[in-house]
């Protein structure tokens, strides 16, 4: 059994964080990367390697949103799919991962987003030929402060008495 990658698309991978104007932006140069380890030589007749039918794109939401990655993987025999953050750190406990049967698409979804989610995301194929991995960055962005003069108004719509 030989194992040798197949590199797809891949780019360099940078971490930053920056201030504009007073927003705090978690970002990631990383925007797609693909690859596969090839595990048996000859497919069977009928067989085929894990493979991605679509790109996922990245995604830039704000800090309190919900995200989803959703990823079409074909193969047979059919692989098995998991999702991981390149970062090591573990999946938050507002991620779920999940399988639409309908669409046939694997979906990882997160809920109410904070500035630790900002990561890239790793979905993983694996069969019996081939292991293949899809990443893609998520980049979440502070909420604006509210500027004094809104803040202002909005109170005295609160205290307003009728």
């Known amino acids: 059994m030989s194992s040798t990658k197949y590199p797809r698309v891949a780019q360099g991978f940078a971490r930053s964080a920056e201030e504009h104007s007073g927003v705090h932006c978690k970002t990631f140069a990383v925007v797609e990367s693909f690859n596969q380890v090839q595990k048996s030589p000859q497919l069977p007749e009928g067989e085929s390697v894990p493979d991605f039918e679509a ?4 995604i830039t939401a704000q800090q309190g949103d919900n995200a989803a990655f959703k ?11 998991s999702w991981e953050r390149a970062s090591g750190f573990p999946l938050s406990v507002a991620t779920k991962s999940s399988h639409d ?5 694997h979906i990882l979804k997160i809920k109410n987003l904070t500035l630790e989610d900002a990561d890239v995301y790793k979905c ?9 991995a899809f990443s893609i960055s998520l980049s979440v962005t502070e909420n604006p402060p509210m500027d004094f003069k809104k803040m202002l108004k909005k109170r005295q719509e609160h205290t307003h008495v009728v």
């Open 55 to 58: 790109k996922l794109r990245p």
């Open 71 to 81: 990823a079409n993987v074909t193969g047979n025999p059919q692989p098995s799919v």
């Open 101 to 105: 049967n309908i669409d046939k698409q």
């Open 124 to 132: 993983a194929a694996s069969n019996k030929h081939r292991d293949a």
